[in-house]
């Protein structure tokens, strides 16, 4: 650490005899104007240091930057420097402060930045990686079981013209059973992978969704949509969409009622989710619900950390459950 006076009338910094250990040499000049000091200092930084001492000057603000100074074995070192205006009794203001390499937390901060962006891609890649999977059972269920459970039907339909009439009602039985395995196959074929998403004006999907929780549990959603973006990374979008379906499933299942409201929406740099409803609400719902599915409430929350989200949920007894969910803007790849 090495302390400083810099003189305001004169323009002149005077450094202590210990800026050796900072500059990494001895041949250097202990007196140095603003200008000159603003010289050593990285090209993207100099604005930055600049401005420190504009606001130091002309504002009386205390000094406070961080910045790159070229030292004299040529390589560039990561100074912290602060200061504070002081009267002296002749007049005149100074500022008398300290600077400190700070190289190798910059550094560490850096390191502990890129490893951050592999978490936010991997987490990216596996939600990304979910979907596809998702989509890749629902192609089986829609292109092979849900045909051989049609041609089944079809083929008992035949089957019973040429059987006797006591044998219809054993037909018919199994005729509802096929029915129902087929129903159920579509039900799962829309859940794993619904037909809009993520491409499109995407906020209508939570249209759409709102449309099939009506339709398939009765529950009425209230929609409101704000603009939909024009490009969003894939990520997010799966993760906004499974999050709108479990918390509806979740007011389905739990809520003992059948009204919900739901607001999807782009600003203030990400994408904000709200899914509430006037239910039972209470603690002991909250319990119930998702601790081990891979996207219940809290599968929700591990996975909008991982993408640097948050996701928050609130419950009073009588007064049901508000659950929000944010999602940053990503630079991952788009779609």
Known sequence: MTCWVWDLPEDQIYYSANITSLARGENLDRYLSSAQLIECVHPEDQ???????????????????????????????????????????????????????????????????????????????????????????????????????????????LLETELQPDFNHRVSKVRDALLEALELSRGLTRDLAPPTLPRGDFFSNFIWLAEDMK??????????????????????????????????????????????????????????????????GALARQQRVGHHSGYGLFGIRERAEWLGGAFTWKSRRGRGVSARLFLPEQAAPRV
């Not at 400190?100 to 490893?115: C, G, M, P, S, V």
């Not at 973006?229 to 979740?250: C, D, F, Q, S």
Request: a positive charge.
């Open 47 to 157: 604005p930055v240091l600049q401005a420190g001492i504009d606001k130091t000057k002309s504002l009386g603000e205390p000094f406070c930057c961080e910045y790159r100074v070229r030292v004299l074995d040529g390589t560039y070192r990561w100074i912290f420097g602060r200061g504070k205006r002081v009267i002296r009794k002749r007049g005149g203001w100074r500022v008398i402060g300290v600077s400190q390499d700070i190289t190798a937390r910059k550094e560490a901060e850096l390191e502990l930045a890129r490893r951050a962006g592999q978490l936010v891609e991997l987490s990216s890649q596996l939600v990304i990686s979910e979907q596809r999977e998702r989509r890749r059972l629902a192609e089986i269920l829609h292109g092979q079981l849900q045909q051989i459970l049609v041609g089944a039907r079809v083929r008992l339909d």
């Open 215 to 280: 339709e398939r549990y009765g529950l009425k959603v209230e929609v409101r949509v704000g603009a939909s973006p024009a490009e969003m990374h894939e990520a997010t979008g799966v993760l906004l969409y499974t999050t709108a379906r479990e918390l509806l499933l979740n007011v389905v299942k739990h809520a003992g009622t059948q009204r919900a409201w739901m607001t999807i929406k782009h600003e203030r740099g990400g994408y904000w989710l709200e899914v509430r409803d006037k239910g039972v």
